[in-house]
């Protein structure tokens, strides 16, 4: 940004809907890309302001006619000049993402927690799951949301949290620390299943890699950040995808079910395997290509395409 603009702005603007508007009209012009925990530059504003003046962002909203300190107006828009120079996602300038209503931490060797899954979790897996599972898989975990907030879901149950990076792995042990569940989740090494030998689960959910080359190419810079060891998928989006509908039939128990999201890669997924008979969720709060199998679906897969 501009640096007379911007102390011209400090000088100005003067309550929390000042400035917040000001922000806006800021990244509007900039053509920053949401999506990254907030949807829109609003969300985004607020993340940032309320971590500048230790404050939610209902109770900014609560406080939006309240002035602000010269201190904190600069304070704000270093982070916020920050934010569109860089294209630096919000969460990674806070090191923090929430995630089913719960807070982690994370930086760049981890993706921005932003799966549908966090609706799923939060509805117990229904009507899907018909009674609490023993074991949950959490396939390639990253930060360890989707772990963590299973644990909390479903608190009897034991979960393991498996990611190929050991980058990753280290920043899902902090969080697991952090949610006092280091009793409960417990974070390994593996390439996909090759790390879980004989191992069986009534619940695998997976968010894996499954951005296809071309979509690879395209993505807004704010992608640039996250490690692309989390998004890219090989030409079709499907690399992992492939080795997991082979092997997890082996990996769940008799009831057990794999839930798999595969985002834009879903249309990609239905033409490579018409027989498998793909059953696709629909989400109230957004998200799509999220798809649920049972064991025994996941045999038929196999039998289908075992040897393609």
Request: hydrophobic share 40%; charged share 20%.
């Amino acid at each position: 940004m501009d640096s007379e603009a911007t102390q011209q702005a400090i000088n100005e603007l003067h309550t929390i809907d000042d400035i917040l508007r000001w922000s806006v009209s800021q990244m509007a012009s900039a053509g920053v890309y949401f999506g990254h925990g907030y949807a829109n530059a609003v969300e985004e504003a607020r993340a940032l302001l309320g971590h500048v003046v230790s404050l939610t962002p209902d109770e900014l909203i609560d406080m939006r006619h309240c002035r602000l300190t010269t201190q904190e107006k600069q304070n704000y828009v270093a982070l916020l000049g920050r934010r569109i120079a860089e294209r630096t996602p919000a969460a990674y300038i806070l090191k923090q993402a929430w995630f089913a209503g719960l807070p982690f931490y994370v930086d760049e060797r981890v993706l921005v927690p932003r799966s549908p899954f966090a609706e799923l979790i939060e509805q117990g897996f229904q009507p899907w799951l018909t009674q609490a599972p023993e074991r949950v898989l959490d396939m390639c975990t990253g930060s360890g949301c989707i772990a963590i907030a299973c644990a909390y879901a479903f608190p009897e149950a034991e979960v393991d949290a498996t990611d190929i990076s050991t980058d990753a792995l280290a920043v899902a042990e902090y969080n697991i620390a952090e949610h006092g569940l280091d009793a409960q989740v417990f974070p390994i090494q593996s390439d996909v299943f090759a790390g879980l030998q004989g191992q069986q689960y009534d619940l695998i959910v997976t968010n894996p890699p499954y951005v296809d080359a071309e979509d690879m190419s395209d993505l807004p810079d704010e992608f640039k950040h996250e490690p692309e060891l989390g998004l890219a998928a090989g030409d079709d989006g499907l690399s992992l995808v492939d080795t997991m509908l082979l092997e997890a039939a082996d990996h769940l128990t008799d009831n057990g079910l794999l839930f798999c999201e595969v985002g834009n890669s879903m249309t990609a997924l239905d033409e490579k395997y018409p027989e498998t008979g793909f059953i696709w969720l629909e989400f109230e709060r957004g998200g799509h290509g999220v798809f649920v199998l049972n064991k025994a679906q996941l045999e038929h897969h196999r039998a289908c395409y075992g040897n393609s």
